[in-house]
T-cell receptor
Framework: DSGVTQTPKHLITATGQRVTLRCSPR?????VYWYQQSLDQGLQFLIQ???????AKGNILERFSAQQFPDLHSELNLSSLELGDSALYFC????????????FGEGSWLTVV | QKEVEQDPGPLSVPEGAIVSLNCTYS??????FMWYRQYSRKGPELLMY????GNKEDGRFTAQVDKSSKYISLFIRDSQPSDSATYLC???????????FGSGTRLQVQP
């Protein structure tokens, strides 16, 4: 158990809908990262927050957004969902801003039908 | 060209074999090097972390970094069926702060 908690574990939704994925980082960690893993794309970095502020941005679509709250939990919002958004979404956390040792949650499996 | 290249495998070895997993990278600004293990779509688990050229050993696992060649390796000695998983190398450029992952190598250890 990495100490990073993600909910929900699985969800199925229709195209065009919006979902929110939730992440609680390990105790004491200030950075939260979101990654997307699909079969053909591997593990893709989406976005990083550090202590409530956006720190780095990767290949995140404009339909997706994230935030980190004062209690350090984070949410990833996915809207206008398309079939191609079906993937495992991982949250990870680390103590500092530099992602040299990050710990992953178990992921949220999103299926868009 | 991808920033981190990793042979996708699958790599199949008999139990007890020495396994060598490799990645190459293109960005000389990369400073930190990690290996993660991922079981069947579970969360990646951090195995090894190093920031310097040379070897780092932890039990049956040895991580090797050659910055001059931009080449990193993970060796697994006395491989076990429980080592069957996908192994991902990950590299971070401190300027970017986020890990860049290789595509992963699927390893199968046959009993």
């Amino acid at each position: 158990d990495s100490g990073v908690t993600q909910t929900p574990k699985h969800l199925i939704t229709a195209t065009g809908q919006r979902v929110t994925l939730r992440c609680s980082p390990r105790s004491g960690d200030l950075s939260v990262y979101w990654y997307q893993q699909s079969l053909d794309q591997g593990l893709q970095f989406l976005i990083q927050y550090y202590n409530g502020e956006e720190r780095a941005k990767g290949n995140i679509l404009e339909r997706f957004s994230a935030q980190q709250f004062p209690d350090l939990h984070s949410e990833l919002n996915l809207s206008s969902l398309e079939l191609g958004d079906s993937a495992l979404y991982f949250c990870a956390s680390s103590v500092g801003q530099t992602g040299n040792t990050i710990y992953f949650g178990e992921g949220s499996w999103l299926t868009v039908v | 060209q991808k920033e981190v290249e990793q042979d996708p495998g699958p790599l199949s070895v008999p139990e007890g074999a020495i396994v060598s997993l490799n990645c190459t990278y293109s960005n000389s600004a990369f400073q930190y090097f990690m290996w993660y293990r991922q079981y069947s779509r579970k969360g990646p688990e951090l195995l090894m972390y190093t920031y310097s050229s040379g070897n780092k050993e932890d039990g049956r696992f040895t991580a090797q970094v050659d910055k001059s060649s931009k080449y990193i390796s993970l060796f697994i000695r006395d491989s076990q069926p429980s080592d069957s998983a996908t192994y991902l190398c990950a590299i971070v450029d401190t300027g970017r702060r986020a890990l860049t992952f290789g595509s992963g190598t699927r390893l199968q250890v046959q009993p």
